[in-house]
Nanobody
């Protein structure tokens, strides 16, 4: 079992930066690929970024590529999402998720989810 707790959300202005954190329980964190997803009001939850267990491989949605960076610290059982140049369309609840072994863009592939953290970007 893996429990995930996100933090770091808040209200910021367009152009600002924010860093989200996701703390995981368990002793085998490095065995899990991690993902960030987001859900805006009225929209389906969508993929944002994913990172391999060792941290060397990452992938991003086109909408955030070049602005967001996913990283992890396996010694701290934590994955991060650094968000720069934020836009109003980035407003959403952000979720982290975990799955064994390989990265995936698909929500259905992830077994464990956090409760989400709200990010609001004002124009």
């Amino acid at each position: 079992q893996v429990q995930l707790v996100e933090s770091g959300g808040g209200l910021v202005q367009a152009g600002d930066s924010l860093r989200l954190s996701c703390a995981a329980s368990g002793r085998t964190f490095s065995h899990y690929a991690m993902g960030w997803f987001r859900q805006a009001p009225g929209n389906e939850r969508e993929f944002v970024a994913t990172i391999s267990g060792g941290g060397s491989n990452t992938d991003y949605a086109d909408s955030v590529k070049g602005r967001f960076t996913i990283s992890r610290d396996n010694a701290k059982n934590t994955v991060y999402l650094q968000m720069n140049s934020l836009k109003p369309e980035d407003t959403a609840v952000y979720y982290c998720a975990a799955r064994l072994n390989y990265r995936s863009y698909a929500q259905k592939d992830y077994n464990y989810w956090g409760q989400g953290t709200q990010v609001t970007v004002s124009s």
